[in-house]
């Protein structure tokens, strides 16, 4: 019994003829337009610069408005969301590969490159495709973590507003040029994710938290990977002759580029506060002693 189970979950996940047959189409599928992501973030930025000012107008700078276990709640199911997407894409890429290599003798392709680099010519569609989607359609859930940060710590910033839009942007150009590299970057990513917020769930329900800011600097690796791989890409590119959806990859290697110089100019000020405030701590405990 337990054996049939297992061997149901590479069905579900890679196998079932709603993933084999996935199509990215403008026509039946939500979320699918031009118009709706430009549309939808345009809406998430006004909507959490709206309520910021709201909140500075009618309540007190220090005032928080409690949410109770929602932030639990909403990290939970990220956690979850995300390891079942990569798990579904592992899987996925698995099945791919295994019906598609016999094309790629002719060509002198390997796994690892198909990874950073579709062929040209590659369409939006079978299963790599559909957890695209998924991760796509995922992306809106993560919008609701800006609107807690404004409600429970009264905090909102242009890089926060700024990272969440562009991802979001990111993963629909990902499906509307079948862009290369996104295979590996969603499962780097979700693989990140479901580790930060199972730990941001963790930390929520009050049991204890990591001795080190173990987000931020998770979120320096996934940058940093995801910078190398892009290398890889372009590498791949010149020497195979062409990359799918470069065009796409090329603005997308552009504002991952200001999405690492802006965070890792937010790491460095957090960590130089921190060594004043460690700082100040220990230059109190001299005073007492002496």
Same mark, same amino acid.
């Given at each position: 019994?337990?054996?049939?189970?297992?061997?149901?979950?590479?069905?579900?996940?890679?196998?079932?003829?709603?993933?084999? *047959?996935?199509?990215? *189409?403008?026509?039946?599928?939500?979320?699918?337009?031009?118009?709706?992501?430009?549309?939808?973030?345009?809406?998430?930025?006004?909507?959490?610069?709206?309520?910021?000012?709201?909140?500075?107008?009618?309540?007190?700078? %220090?005032?928080?408005?409690?949410?109770?276990? +929602?932030?639990?709640?909403?990290?939970?199911?990220?956690?979850? +969301?995300?390891?079942?997407? #990569?798990?579904? +894409?592992?899987?996925?890429? =698995? =099945?791919?590969?295994?019906?598609?290599?016999? $094309?790629?003798?002719?060509?002198?392709?390997?796994?690892?490159?198909?990874?950073?680099?579709?062929?040209?010519?590659?369409?939006?569609?079978?299963?790599?495709?559909?957890?695209?989607?998924?991760?796509?359609?995922?992306?809106?859930?993560?919008?609701?973590?800006? #609107?807690?940060?404004?409600?429970?710590?009264?905090?909102?910033?242009?890089?926060?507003?700024? *990272? @969440?839009?562009?991802?979001? $942007?990111?993963?629909?150009?990902?499906?509307?040029?079948? @862009?290369?590299?996104?295979?590996?970057?969603?499962?780097?990513?979700?693989?990140?994710?479901?580790?930060?917020?199972?730990?941001?769930?963790?930390?929520?329900?009050?049991?204890?938290?990591?001795?080190?800011?173990?987000?931020? *600097?998770? @979120?320096?690796?996934?940058?940093?990977?995801?910078?190398?791989?892009?290398?890889?890409?372009?590498?791949?590119?010149?020497?195979?002759?062409?990359?799918?959806?470069?065009?796409?990859?090329?603005?997308?290697?552009?504002?991952?580029?200001? +999405?690492?110089?802006?965070?890792?100019? $937010?790491?460095?000020?957090?960590?130089?506060?921190?060594?004043?405030?460690?700082?100040?701590?220990?230059?109190?405990?001299?005073?007492? %002693?002496?």
């Amino acid at each position: 019994m337990a054996l049939s189970r297992v061997q149901t979950i590479p069905y579900w996940l890679s196998e079932h003829p709603i993933i084999v *047959n996935f199509r990215w *189409n403008h026509a039946q599928l939500w979320g699918s337009t031009w118009s709706f992501v430009f549309s939808a973030i345009s809406i998430y930025i006004v909507a959490a610069i709206f309520l910021h000012l709201l909140l500075c107008l009618l309540l007190h700078r %220090d005032r928080r408005i409690p949410l109770g276990p +929602i932030p639990a709640v909403h990290s939970l199911a990220v956690s979850l +969301i995300s390891v079942v997407i #990569f798990v579904g +894409i592992l899987f996925s890429a =698995a =099945a791919e590969i295994r019906d598609t290599r016999w $094309f790629w003798r002719r060509t002198n392709t390997t796994t690892f490159q198909w990874l950073l680099c579709f062929p040209i010519g590659t369409r939006p569609s079978g299963r790599v495709f559909f957890w695209s989607y998924v991760f796509y359609l995922s992306r809106f859930l993560h919008l609701l973590r800006t #609107f807690f940060g404004i409600l429970k710590y009264r905090k909102l910033t242009f890089f926060q507003l700024f *990272n @969440q839009s562009i991802l979001t $942007f990111m993963s629909f150009l990902w499906l509307e040029f079948s @862009q290369s590299f996104q295979v590996l970057a969603i499962l780097l990513t979700t693989l990140l994710y479901s580790v930060v917020y199972g730990y941001r769930f963790w930390t929520a329900i009050g049991l204890p938290g990591a001795c080190f800011p173990l987000v931020v *600097n998770c @979120q320096v690796v996934l940058l940093v990977c995801n910078f190398v791989c892009h290398f890889g890409v372009l590498f791949l590119h010149l020497l195979k002759g062409g990359c799918n959806g470069i065009g796409a990859w090329g603005f997308n290697s552009v504002l991952n580029a200001v +999405i690492l110089l802006l965070f890792m100019n $937010f790491y460095v000020k957090m960590h130089l506060k921190n060594r004043k405030v460690s700082a100040k701590h220990s230059s109190s405990a001299q005073v007492k %002693d002496s």
